[in-house]
């Protein structure tokens, strides 16, 4: 959790670097991330030019919360989702 913690100091450090980013990224939040709220989550799309957002109904384990959803998330990614981003 220290390295979560840092990130109120490190983002503003990394956000002049996020729009030279070209690799497309999927970003999955969760809305009910009591460690990583999902405010980070949307800096770092807004300000990614090629990322793809979702903010599930989950806590900070979403892989584990929203099972299904997250699942269909990256296997959608894999099969081609980052090529309309």
């Known amino acids: 959790m220290r390295y ?3 990130y109120p100091a490190a983002l503003p450090v990394l956000r002049d670097l996020l729009p030279e980013i070209q690799t497309p990224v ?3 939040a969760g809305a009910r991330d009591p ?4 405010i980070n989550g ?4 807004e300000r990614l030019p090629n990322s793809k957002l979702d903010i599930l ?3 900070h384990f979403t892989w584990e919360d929203a099972a299904d959803e997250y699942a269909a998330l ?3 990614w894999w099969n081609g ?3 309309t981003v």
């Open 57 to 59: 109904d989950a806590g």
């Open 26 to 28: 999927q970003i999955i």
């Open 35 to 38: 460690a990583v709220p999902p």
């Open 42 to 45: 949307e800096f770092l799309h």
């Open 81 to 83: 989702g980052y090529a």
């Open 4 to 6: 979560v913690r840092t």
């Open 74 to 76: 990256a296997t959608s």
